[in-house]
């Protein structure tokens, strides 16, 4: 159990802070460590912002029981959204390489070239360069631990957003 000076709102600011250093690790490893993200790393990327966010305007908007409902809920559906896309990318990555998709063209590319939603679809379906491990910690690869993330925030805002109040 929780102490008791622990509020919904300081459960939002954690997930605010926990996605900001996902963030920013994810830019290091980008910019300092040359790995750049594929499609399927930059939606997951999407996700984990919009879960920050949510979770900033939640600490600050300090909402009653209703709204930490509501908070909780997106918090959560977004949760399910990027674990669902690295879900995906886990599984892209545990195929052999000769089952491995072949490798498309660079986001930009892809809206630039593509109707919006033939775009999405490839942006979501993953392609060769989804399927490389360029990086691994404890065994598991980025998006596994990304997995990892989204399920641990999807239990912080389900718990958040329906416990008792008192």
Request: charged share 10%; proline share 7%; with cysteine.
């Amino acid at each position: 159990m929780l102490p008791a000076w622990i509020r919904s709102r300081h459960l939002f600011l954690l997930i605010f802070l926990a996605t900001t250093a996902m963030m920013g690790f994810g830019y290091w490893l980008q910019y300092a460590e040359g790995l750049e993200p594929c499609p399927l790393c930059m939606t997951q990327r999407i996700f984990l912002v919009l879960l920050g966010l949510t979770g900033l305007v939640a600490a600050l908007h300090g909402p009653g029981p209703r709204g930490v409902r509501v908070y909780g809920a997106l918090a959560a559906l977004l949760c399910v959204a990027g674990g669902s896309v690295a879900a995906r990318h886990v599984w892209l990555q545990s195929l052999p390489p000769e089952l491995a998709p072949a490798c498309g063209p660079d986001l930009a590319y892809m809206f630039d070239a593509f109707p919006l939603t033939d775009a999405l679809r490839l942006l979501l379906q993953g392609d060769g360069n989804c399927a490389t491990v360029d990086w691994t910690l404890l065994g598991l690869s980025i998006p596994a631990w990304t997995l990892l993330a989204f399920a641990g925030f999807l239990l912080v805002a389900l718990w958040n957003g329906l416990r008792p109040r008192v």
